[in-house]
């Protein structure tokens, strides 16, 4: 497992896009805090991510590669168009999907939604560079703490990553959960 910085990441974007594509299992940082990702595509790479954070069914969210891949796979609201005029912001917008073929069915299984972030942080452009959706889900296993710098992250998950992009410790709350899916819900976490 490699633990790369900003500037690691820009010396080596195209190796580690590459890696992304064919179903690296990373950590990330996003505007709040870190994410663990893999190609949202890739079954593979999504039922990876699923075994090491022991999360068997309960739906991920994704990064999406651009507000217009929002607008092809997802069916926006009055209200919802608001809010995607926010991002980038701190918040996952739950949306009824439109192309259920535009994620892996390992993403959010049975269901007919979507959880979609565009992050106020640098990690937004590396997605968008990818051109695929990125799964971002806490980097914790289930029911435990969430990773905040490298000296608490569980070493059952560290053996499962492939790499990671570090840039310190981070002190944010996860993502504000915004369901607009039926009439607006805002979720605290």
Not at 87 to 104: E, G, V, W
């Amino acid at each position: 497992m490699r633990i790369l910085n900003f500037e690691e990441l820009n010396l080596e974007k195209q190796a580690i896009i590459n890696e992304i594509l064919r179903g690296a299992a990373f950590i990330h940082p996003t505007d709040t805090i870190y994410g663990i990702g893999c190609n949202a595509q890739d079954p593979n790479a999504v039922k990876k991510i699923r075994k090491i954070k022991s999360r068997a069914t309960n739906p991920f969210s994704v990064i999406a590669p651009s507000l217009e891949w929002i607008y092809e796979n997802c069916i926006i609201s009055k209200e919802g168009e608001k809010w995607l005029n926010k991002l980038p912001a701190p918040y996952t917008l739950i949306f009824k999907l439109k192309n259920k073929d535009c994620i892996a069915k390992e993403v959010n299984p049975r269901l007919k939604t979507l959880g979609v972030r565009i992050p106020n942080h640098w990690v937004r452009k590396l997605v968008a560079e990818a051109e695929v959706p990125i799964i971002t889900t806490s980097v914790n296993r289930a029911n435990e703490d969430y990773m905040t710098s490298l000296e608490d992250l569980d070493s059952a998950i560290k053996s499962g990553i492939d790499f990671i992009l570090y840039e310190g410790k981070k002190e944010g709350k996860p993502s504000k959960i915004i369901d607009l899916t039926e009439n607006v819900r805002v979720i605290e976490r």
